[in-house]
């Protein structure tokens, strides 16, 4: 069978991929979600234990799930949502993965649009520079600016009662100041033409990665002759992953990777 990891952002537990588990399992992927370091096992854990997650960047927590990729005997495929999907695109320009999925990743190294909403999606956390080393979690209100701006008031709320858990603020200082670091942890081998395929998307009404924000991720890649494509959805948000659209979403990802030849069946 063919092996997927799932990477979730954060503010999301990992427990939320469970429905995509499933799934692709019904289509003949085996699939896993790490935690990130720092995670507990539930949700309700990892809000009592923020302190966990606290310190840990982007290297730290790329090195982790690389270690989770070479335990498999062949490169698995890596599907990450916001920050999972920036680091799909590391673990992709590594070639620790056969291919990755990035929905709506969080903005690498060389990604220069900076939309208002992402700033205030962003400012719980980058507005105390003191959250550098904390991990700090969204209240009901931010997460439905920043995951649930598409939702009814009751499903965004829901979403941030069952999956919301603090996360670790120094991804967030690094990949906010990314372009100023030559030596960023927010880069990636954007022009690796020996990777696997890419597939990058964005949702048009997304507050935390913007459309822009996806579109110029993608714009990284014009310099490789690697396979690297785009999806938009329409009218969708930041929680387009474990919202009532999520199908939507798995579908995108399962047929791309058909198209790519990486069947669930591994065929």
């Known amino acids: 069978m063919t092996d997927v990891v799932f990477i979730h952002g954060l503010w999301i537990s990992y427990a939320a991929w469970q429905p995509w588990i499933d799934y692709f399992a019904e289509n003949g992927y085996r699939s896993i979600a790490p935690r990130w370091l720092g995670e507990a096992e539930t949700a309700a854990d990892s809000r009592a ?5 606290a310190g840990f960047g982007i290297n730290a927590l790329t090195d982790h799930f690389a270690a989770v990729m070479e335990q498999f005997d062949t490169p698995p495929i890596a599907i990450g949502h916001s920050f999972g999907g920036l680091f799909a695109q590391k673990l992709l320009g590594q070639n620790k993965v056969a291919a990755a999925v990035a929905i709506n990743p969080a903005p690498i190294k060389g990604v220069r649009p ?3 909403a992402q700033l205030r999606s962003a400012f719980p956390v980058l507005g105390n520079p003191l959250n550098r080393g904390r991990a700090k979690a969204l209240t009901q209100k931010q997460f439905r600016y920043g995951f649930g701006n598409t939702l009814s008031p009751t499903e965004s709320d829901s979403l941030w009662e069952q999956w ?3 996360s670790p603020g120094k991804p967030l200082f690094e990949a906010g100041t990314a372009n100023f670091s030559p030596n960023s942890p927010a880069k990636v081998e954007t022009g690796n033409a020996a990777r696997g395929p890419l597939l990058i998307t964005g949702g048009t009404e997304d507050h935390t990665v913007p459309l822009v924000t996806a579109r110029a991720a993608y714009k990284q890649y014009t310099g490789s002759a690697a396979v690297t494509e785009f999806h938009e959805f329409d009218g969708a948000g930041h929680s387009l992953t474990i919202d009532h659209r999520w199908r939507e979403v798995a579908d995108v990802a399962l047929w791309w990777l058909a198209d ?7 065929s």
């Open 49 to 53: 234990h923020a302190r966990a997650q």
């Open 114 to 116: 900076l939309p208002l």
């Open 164 to 166: 919301s858990i603090p």
């Open 260 to 266: 790519k030849g990486l069947t669930g069946t591994g």
